[in-house]
């Protein structure tokens, strides 16, 4: 590995498996491709990473309701993903998939690792689930259904207003409560560890109202990374999937090697995320690794959601495969090409805002932008070209 530049290592989220990518997990990769683009024109030695969550109960509800096993789920939809990065031109260098060898091993090292930190300890978890988000929610968190969301008497999801299950479990618990402290003081040190700053704000307000411990194992279900030293429990989702970031570049092997490209590449110079997972990457993650004693990552970056517009109520929606109002990427690839649809994406809609989206804006941005102003450019720059100067660049400037 060249480390005589220096390195800039980008993220997106590793996405979930439970159905087939769309256009919001393509808008993160974009972002993330864009900037890793630009570094490597500017000299830096570049790691964009990319990937798939592969564990967890919704993962594991979704190969129940194809017949197959989770393992087999998370195989059959690996090639969607790969295949739309290459498709939209996305350079990524590496694609982590959480059921690898390296995953496991590293997870497992975590877990020893916050074991000797005094940070964890074993208990009971009574309380709300949300399987669509694999989020935890508090009794004053929940959100009570109404007839807007045709669920009165439900106890619904705050974030997604879908109904939650009621969970009672044996866990370990991670002692996020611990870091309140620490946590505001980052953000005092560095605003700009959240961007843009109104989701630096939303974060500080969190973290301020008070910090539950966090359940990080499960001995309800068996689909995920095994804790080392509680064969009955294996790893919360987030807690397994926060880590693959440190993964991707040696964490927890033991060779000369791998301990320099973790020195070298850690930490990263920016995470690329949604809004909706801006808490696991801005208080959890950071605590996570202040318990361990590892560096924290410089930037978080949330974007906004993408939304359509419901036919039915007229309010716009957040585009989700849960949902079921997600657009397929192909479809927008067929419309306005590859160029077409990045281009899209990177001028109309604001990173750090939610976009509204329709087939009808996409085609009138084309055409204003791409055919009639950079196209009308190009066509009377080489027309020019071709009439004073034989088609070719002159040597000097004319």
């Known amino acids: 590995m060249d480390q005589s530049k220096p390195s800039f290592f980008i993220t997106t989220p590793i996405y979930y498996v439970n159905a087939d990518p769309h256009l919001g997990t393509a808008y993160s990769t974009i972002i993330a491709d864009v900037q890793a683009r630009y570094r490597r024109s500017a000299g830096y030695n570049v790691k964009f990473l990319t990937g798939m969550d592969e564990h967890g109960e919704k993962v594991a509800e979704a190969a129940a309701k194809h017949g197959m096993t989770p393992q087999e789920w998370t195989d059959s939809q690996a ?25 496991h091993h590293a997870v497992q090292y975590l877990w020893e690792r916050m074991k000797e930190s005094g940070y964890l300890y074993k208990g009971s978890y009574d309380g709300w689930y949300c399987v669509p ?39 370990y618990f991670f002692k996020l409560s611990a870091f309140q402290d620490k946590l505001l003081k980052l953000y005092d040190e560095h605003p700009d560890f959240v961007e843009p700053a109104f989701r630096m704000n939303e974060v500080r307000s969190f ?13 309800s279900f068996d689909w995920g990374i095994q804790v080392p030293f509680d064969e009955g429990h294996v790893t919360y989702v987030w807690f397994d999937a926060l880590l693959n970031y440190m993964t991707a570049v040696g964490y927890g092997v033991d060779t000369d090697e791998a301990r320099a490209e973790l020195a070298y590449r850690w930490p990263a110079q920016f995470h690329i995320v949604g809004k909706d997972i801006i808490r696991f990457h801005c208080v959890i993650w950071p605590a996570m690794l202040m318990a361990i004693g590892e560096a924290l990552p410089e ?42 649809y990045r281009y899209y994406f990177m001028t109309d809609v604001v990173p750090g805002t939610d976009g509204a989206i329709s087939f009808d804006r996409m085609e009138q941005v084309y055409n204003a932008d791409l055919a009639n102003s950079w196209g009308n450019l190009i066509s009377r720059s080489l027309n020019m070209s071709g009439k ?3 088609g070719c660049a002159p040597a000097k400037p004319a």
């Open 79 to 103: 090639p969607h993903f790969k295949e739309l990065w290459s498709k939209l031109e996305i350079s990524n260098d590496d694609f982590i998939r959480t059921t690898e060898p390296r995953q």
């Open 133 to 171: 988000d694999e989020t935890y929610f508090t009794d004053t968190q929940v959100q009570k259904g109404d007839e807007e969301y045709g669920s009165v008497g439900q106890h619904l999801c705050p974030d997604c207003h879908r109904p939650l299950e009621r969970v009672q479990e044996e866990s």
């Open 207 to 219: 973290v301020e109202g008070g910090l539950n411990d966090l359940s990080v194992s499960r001995t």
């Open 299 to 340: 930037h978080v970056f949330a974007h906004g959601f993408l939304t359509v517009r419901n036919a039915e109520t007229g309010k716009a929606e957040k585009m989700s495969k849960s949902r079921g109002n997600a657009i397929a990427p192909q479809d927008v690839i067929d419309m306005l090409g590859v160029e077409g």
């Open 388 to 390: 004073y100067f034989d």
